[in-house]
T-cell receptor, first 113, second 117 residues
C-alpha cells in the first residue's frame, strides 16, 4: 500500500533526447509527489514536485505528468544533457504523515554526448 | 535556497565505538527532520522521524537503542550510532522540512559516509 514503484531501473539516452521515468503508487492518500536528483556521493536534491490537483507541471527542461485515475506520474527531461546523468528518485507523501516520504527504487540515467 | 549541512562528511571508526552525525538547517527552521540510510545503488530507507523537543519515531526494524536521535533545536538534529559494527557501514542522509513554507518541501543534507572496520 505504501510502495511507490519506479521504472526503468536504468536508462540510456543520447544528448538532446527525451528521458522519461515513470512511477506508480497504490495509496490514494498520497497528495504530494516530488522528484529528486542524486549524484554519486551526494544527497538528493529536489527537482520538481506536483500535487494531484494538476495534471502537469513544467520547470525549465523538467516536466511532471500526473494521472490521478491511473495512479501514475512521470518525469520528462527534455533536451537531455550529459550533466543530467544521475540517479532520479520519485517519492510521495501524505498530509498526515508529517512529510514522511516514500521513495521509488531509483533510475540511473546516463546521457551520452 | 534552503541549505542543510551534515558533519562529518565521512567517518571511519573501529567496531564497537560510537559515532555522532550532526544535521543542521542553515537558513531555516525545521519542524521535522528525517534520517535515512542508503546502501550502494539502492534507494533511501527512512530510519526515523525527528521532531524538535520530542522523542523520535523509528521505522519498523530500526533499533532505537542503537540509533539514538536527538532533536535539540529547530536547526539541529543528531544521530548517534552506538557500538557500531561493520554492517552499520552505509551512507546516512538527513533531511529537514522548512517550517516557514507549506511544510511539504524536504531539503536533504549532503550525506555522511560511515565505514566501520
Amino acid at each position: 500500500q505504501q510502495q511507490v514503484k519506479q521504472s526503468p531501473q536504468s536508462l540510456i539516452v543520447q544528448k538532446g533526447g527525451i528521458s522519461i521515468i515513470n512511477c506508480a503508487y497504490e495509496n490514494t492518500a498520497f497528495d504530494y509527489f516530488p522528484w529528486y536528483q542524486q549524484f554519486p556521493g551526494k544527497g538528493p536534491a529536489l527537482l520538481i514536485a506536483i500535487r494531484p490537483d494538476v495534471s502537469e507541471k513544467k520547470e525549465g527542461r523538467f516536466t511532471i505528468s500526473f494521472n490521478k485515475s491511473a495512479k501514475q506520474f512521470s518525469l520528462h527531461i527534455m533536451d537531455s544533457q550529459p550533466g543530467d546523468s544521475a540517479t532520479y528518485f520519485c517519492a510521495a507523501s501524505t498530509r498526515t504523515s508529517y512529510g514522511k516520504l516514500t521513495f521509488g527504487q531509483g533510475t540511473i540515467l546516463t546521457v551520452h554526448p | 535556497g534552503a541549505v542543510v549541512s551534515q558533519h562529518p562528511s565521512r567517518v571511519i571508526c573501529k567496531s564497537g565505538t560510537s559515532v555522532k552525525i550532526e544535521c543542521r538547517s542553515l537558513d531555516f527552521q525545521a519542524t521535522t527532520m528525517f534520517w535515512y540510510r542508503q546502501f550502494p545503488k539502492q534507494s533511501l530507507m527512512l530510519m526515523a522521524t525527528s521532531n524538535e523537543g520530542s522523542k523520535a519515531t523509528y521505522e519498523q526494524g530500526v533499533e532505537k537503542d542503537k540509533f539514538l536521535i536527538n532533536h535539540a533545536s529547530l536547526t539541529l538534529s543528531t544521530l548517534t550510532v552506538t557500538s557500531a559494527h561493520p554492517e552499520d557501514s552505509s551512507f546516512y542522509i538527513c533531511s529537514a522540512r522548512d517550517r516557514g513554507t507549506s511544510g511539504e518541501t524536504q531539503y536533504f543534507g549532503p550525506g555522511t559516509r560511515l565505514l566501520v572496520l
